[in-house]
């Protein structure tokens, strides 16, 4: 192998000045550039600048002679934040830095070893798990087409937590992990085997098994392990705290016995343990790496004081492990407008009310590009899209595909570089692409329909918008300029923004800021999430709530609705109440509760405290809440009830296709099973019915109650 992997070239020259690159930092930023031997734990709070600082410690190391660009190795996890490193070194005068994604490492040297280890050339790689699922759930008697992604999913975290289909009803079950569906885990098991027999019969191999076989050819081949390690020295990891166990096996393999290893994140911002992810490799550092040196980011350059303060605020009452990693953040930005709070009678309501608020920022001056829109799950979307293109105000969901490989993309991109050839232009750019994207048949105006109709129209109107800034840049700029300029985007994965309001998961927007972010709909059972059901998966809603604040830079608004259309009530999400206190009496003002348009004065109440009704004691989380009881104190429900219900639950969630969850959890059939409610006013009282699920279920339990046989219930309009 002449010593070098593919792709990097001996002799590059190195230019910049290591005393420039350690001018511009903080002092804690300083001090992780200047740790270069042995390992190093970067503990960094959301906006505190943490790529700034690795990306300047490498640099340092090469510029200084420390280390040789050529063997070190950035790993982080997304291609974007792959080529944003690599796009920072360069600045720096840093080249032959391999700043790859794990897969895209793996791949490499999978690829490059396979002639050596098996034998031509690599499998093909699966384009997506649906190809294979599909036919698999057909043959097995499932028809449902929904569950291939569900089934998906639980397959992509059985590798990554390095479980074989044997196993993992055992695992699963442990994990505290929920079959989709109607499927039992030994469904999932069986389904698991018959998608790996087909897929290796296809002749491919999925994105987790890249990672499998690589870790396999190391664990198993010396040779080659020592050949990799001979070539790679300095490891850098960004975001430890979302690695699986099955990536930190293949950075162990990397390893070896050695220890130059400088990783950095936030156990804070721990968000993806469903996907496998474990915060305990970042956690546990120091007791792997006693002599380690650790160095704590906590100066915060993105958010105001206010918004850091009430992302402290919302982590102060955090527990389980990950808290113990905390860090009280430090605003460095000059005040701003404090936070605000506003409830709705209804999800209408709130989504009007969040259009005039958005449309008010605009004419205000802050581009639409610049405010988010920041929901829990996709399903909540609609309401805001329907309110602001009502407004005629322009937005975009965020998606989780690359940009630059989507076929309209490539398609304008083949058509923009062809114009460019050719001389067109009329001297102006903005013009000259739409005139280029017209042959496309892209207008203007948005399109009146959703789905794929509208993805196609934002995606070639981030092309327009991009054009439109280069052009307010520079009046001189031409379609050869923005080709150039796409080419490097592309490079790099830094897709254009468009010019609209950004729609999007919290989980999708890690990572991203804005001037102006609007948390919605932070109700009970939706944020935090129903299914969160044990201590550490609120402690997860609440590190996801801590994320979509610390997205803000300037703005933030928290909103939730009392109802989803008008009919039966939602209690707010405890983490308002553990950032603010109870919920207050009704009053205007910036941190209180602000009446949106359209809503109706609400008679002020006293809640009476929630307490165990075994020990007495005030109950504190959601779970024990929904339960009534603290998780220690012994149960007193009927247990031969508690069975029925799930069985009827079963069967329930599978006529509809949902998850049994969405239907009743645990906690609301435990406490239908201890308080035995006798009629439907007290079926109402137990936490978690609701009355569209009494309108729903409510005669289908109340008849499991009283021991008989209930009849097929109907479906709910609103599943919170």
Known sequence: MSGLLPGLDAGVPVVGSADAVLAALDPEQREVALSLSGPVVVLAGAGTGKTRAITHRIAHGVLTGRHDPRRTLAVTFTARAAGEMRHRLAQLGVEGVQARTFHSAALRQ??????????????????????????????????????????????????????????????????????????????????????????????????????????????????????????????????????????????????????????????????????????????????????ATEVKLVRSYRSTPQVVSLANRVLASATG??????????????????????????????????????????????????????????????????????????????????????????EALTRLRGAARGGEGSGDLGSDVRSVLSAMNWSQEPPSGQGAVRDRWENLL??????????????????????????????????????????????????????????????????????????????????????ACTRARTH????????????????????????????????????????????????KHSKQPNVCRVCGKALVSGPESARGRCATCPSSYDEALFERLKAWRKDESSRQSVPAYVVFTDATLEQVATLLPGDTRALLAVPGVGARKLEAYGEAVLALVRGETPTTAGDPDDPA
């Open 110 to 291: 999978l690829r490059y070893f396979w002639p050596r280890v098996v034998g031509g050339g690599a499998p093909e790689i699966l384009p997506s798990k649906a190809r294979i699922l599909g036919p698999v759930l057909r043959r097995s008697g499932w028809n449902d087409p929904t569950l291939a992604r569900d089934v998906a999913a639980e397959i992509e975290w059985a590798k990554a937590s390095q479980v074989v289909a044997a196993d993992y009803p055992a695992a699963a079950l442990r994990a505290r992990r929920e079959p989709p569906g109607s499927l039992s885990l030994d469904d999932v098991a069986t389904l698991y085997a018959a998608y790996d027999e087909r897929k290796t019969a296809d002749g491919f191999i999925d994105f987790e098994d890249v990672l499998l076989l690589t870790v396999g050819m190391l664990d198993t081949r010396l040779d080659i392990a020592e050949e990799v390690r001979s070539q790679y020295r300095w490891f850098t990891v960004d975001e430890y705290q979302d690695v699986n166990p099955l990536q930190q096996r293949l950075l162990d393999l990397w390893l070896g016995d050695r220890d130059e290893l400088c990783v950095v994140g936030d156990a804070s911002q721990t968000i993806y343990t469903f996907t496998g992810a474990s915060s305990s490799y970042l956690l546990d550092f120091r007791t792997r790496f006693p002599h």
């Open 462 to 547: 981030r092309l327009v918008t991009l054009a439109d800034d280069l052009a307010t840049a520079n009046p001189d700029a031409t379609l050869t300029e923005l080709v150039a300029d796409l080419d490097q985007r592309a490079t790099v994965q830094a897709a254009p923004t468009a010019d609209g309001v950004t729609l999007s998961t919290v989980h999708a927007a890690k990572g991203l800021e804005w001037d102006a972010v609007f948390v919605v709909g932070l109700v009970q059972g939706t944020f935090p999430i129903q299914h969160a059901d044990t201590p550490a998966r609120v402690e997860e809603e609440r590190r996801l709530f801590y994320v």
């Open 321 to 410: 492990a990950e808290a113990r990693l905390r860090l009280e953040l430090r605003a460095m930005r000059t005040d701003g407008p404090e936070p605000r709070i506003t409830s709705y009678d209804d999800e209408p309501a709130e989504a009007a009310g969040l259009a005039a608020a958005v449309k008010k920022l605009v004419a205000a001056g802050t581009p639409a590009r610049e405010i988010a829109v920041l929901y829990r799950i996709n399903a909540q979307s609609e309401v805001f899209e329907e309110a602001l293109a009502e407004a005629g105000i322009p937005y975009v969901l965020r998606g989780e595909s690359a940009f630059f490989e989507r076929g309209e993309v490539r």
């Open 556 to 603: 933030l608004a928290l909103s939730w609705a009392r109802s989803r259309t008008g009919r039966g009530r939602r209690d707010r999400s405890q983490f308002l109440d553990t950032v603010f206190g109870a919920e207050p009496a009704d009053r205007g003002g910036s941190g209180g509760v602000v009446r949106g348009s359209g809503t109706r004065t609400r008679e």
